[in-house]
């Protein structure tokens, strides 16, 4: 059985799935278009800005209670859907299933 990671840790692999998925460095990303909804600018600098504030955090020794884990997940969840509707994420292909 597989040992559950702590808050931190939990905290910390979300953040990097991010950093892996979303493309903070994309010169497209900086563009508006015609068709844009939702700014993916503006998603991107709010998730920048609260990984920031969460690496701040757990650099400090602060340890995010499951609460504060669950909001920034949904929000990542949230912009996510905001960058594949712009074109700048694909979109999860759906899990097999038997």
Excluded: Y
Excluded at 13 to 33: A, L, T
Excluded at 44 to 61: A, C, K
Excluded at 62 to 69: K, R, T
């Amino acid at each position: 059985m597989s040992k559950k990671p702590d808050r931190k840790t939990a905290m910390l692999h979300i953040i990097e799935m991010v950093k892996d998925d979303f493309p903070f460095d994309d010169p497209d990303r900086q563009i508006c278009g015609t068709s844009c909804v939702g700014c993916p600018k503006k998603l991107l600098e709010l998730i920048e800005t609260e990984i920031m504030h969460w690496e701040s955090v757990i650099d400090r020794g602060e340890v995010p209670d499951f609460g504060e884990i669950s909001r920034f997940a949904k929000l990542c969840k949230n912009v996510r859907r905001g960058l594949v509707r712009n074109g700048l994420v694909e979109k999860e292909a759906a899990p097999l299933r038997n």
